[in-house]
């Protein structure tokens, strides 16, 4: 089993729509999570942290549940600047751990 | 403007020719990380270094150097480059262990023929 999982998708969705991502860790001693954008050919860039009560920047909520050690990210009113993969970081003792990503679409 | 650069970008070489890709970043980070991505297998860490002279092995360490004189640069090694490390290399800097943000270079796209 992979350390950190993530459905690869694609994911097609029309704009204004709202897209889920879950990913799931292995590790539960695991002490802090982020989501990352990268765009295609580009760096990973962090798209935010996940805290334990869940956190919202604007169109974008993560949230995370520890007793089934998954986390997730809710992207509302999909704009087609969303277009992008997400990958999911877990910090398991100091070390970060990527999943595979998820590729997201937004179609006009 | 903080950032992590990485030299060469693109490169195309050939099985058993040495090669370096330096990275570089003005951020003052101690603790800086190459990794590798291949399609369907995400980013795989290859060393990381918590410190000047202090480096370790990540998840993928075999066919690769490191080194860590300086603290701003931390150069990725292939003494004799194979096919199967024709990959996207990234180098990536934070500014403490675990909890901060990772800052990542352009990435840097190398061919082994």
């Known amino acids: 089993r992979k350390e950190v999982e993530q459905d690869p998708g694609p994911f097609n969705v029309p704009e204004g729509a709202t897209v889920a991502f879950n990913c799931t860790y292995s590790?539960?001693?695991?002490?802090?999570f982020f989501w990352y954008r990268q765009d295609c050919r580009k760096e990973p860039k962090l798209l935010m942290s996940?805290?334990?009560s869940g956190n919202e920047d604007g169109r974008f909520t993560a949230q995370l549940n520890r007793a089934s050690q998954y986390i997730s990210l809710l992207i509302r009113d999909s704009k087609l600047s969303d277009s992008a993969t997400y990958l999911c970081?877990?910090?398991?003792?100091?070390?970060?751990?990527f999943g595979s990503g998820t590729q997201l679409t937004v179609l006009p | 403007e903080a950032q992590v650069t990485q030299n060469p970008r693109y490169l195309i070489t050939v099985t058993g020719k040495k090669l370096t890709v330096t990275c570089s970043q003005n951020?003052?980070?101690?603790?800086m990380s190459w990794y590798r991505q291949d399609p369907g297998l995400g980013l795989r860490q290859i060393y990381y270094?918590?410190?000047?002279?202090?480096?370790d092995k990540g998840d993928v360490p075999e066919g690769y150097k490191v080194s860590r004189k300086e603290k701003r640069n931390f150069p990725l090694i292939l003494e004799s480059p194979s096919p199967n490390q024709t990959s996207l290399y990234f180098c990536a800097s934070q500014s403490g262990w675990g909890r901060y943000e990772q800052y990542f270079g352009p990435g840097t796209r190398l061919t082994v023929t």
């Open positions: 270094s918590m410190n000047v002279e202090v480096t």
């Open positions: 951020m003052n980070h101690e603790y």
């Open positions: 590790n539960s001693a695991s002490q802090s």
């Open positions: 996940v805290y334990s």
């Open positions: 970081v877990v910090n398991s003792q100091g070390q970060l751990t």
